[in-house]
């Protein structure tokens, strides 16, 4: 167990990326059962994120989620802020549980979108469990270059 958080564990987040707003979870690998079993639909809420010419595209896989379960929303400061929550299945008394792998609880991943995001056209979709936020990009204006014609 290492008190030190990995930057390199199978995870696609770059330490130096300024945009990147990922949380270092201390207490991830401490034998906590309720701890790490609230913040496991956290830490596997995956997101991707990829720039096309026209947009920023952000792809998440949230399985078993309805999309009114599911919060996408853009904060004053430019930050793409996705979030929601996996309630935990009812029980019942006469159920004889054998294994509990699916995750349940809060998630809640932040993004700082960069300055040519158009904060007023953001479009969000979900289809079969993958949540795709798009958000458009403002086109880039080239410098206007003015010849100078040279005397002499």
């Known amino acids: 167990m290492s008190l030190i958080p990995s930057f390199s564990g199978g995870r696609r987040s770059n330490v130096f990326d300024p945009f990147s707003l990922d949380v270092w979870d201390p207490f991830k690998d401490f034998p ?78 932040k993004f700082r979108l960069p300055e040519n995001a158009k904060m007023d056209q953001v479009k969000a979709s979900m289809e079969n469990g993958v949540l795709t936020v798009t958000v458009p990009k403002e086109e880039v204006k080239k410098p206007e270059v003015k010849s100078i014609e040279i005397s002499g």
């Open 32 to 109: 906590f059962p309720e701890l790490s079993r609230e913040n496991s639909a956290f830490v596997s809420t995956r997101v991707d994120w990829k720039e096309t010419p026209e947009a920023h595209v952000f792809t998440a896989d949230i399985p078993g989620l309805k999309k009114d379960e599911v919060k996408v929303e853009i904060e004053d400061d430019r930050v793409l802020q996705i979030s929601g929550e996996r309630n935990v299945e009812k029980e019942d008394k006469n159920d004889k549980w054998h294994r509990v792998e699916r995750s349940s609880g809060k998630f809640l991943r």
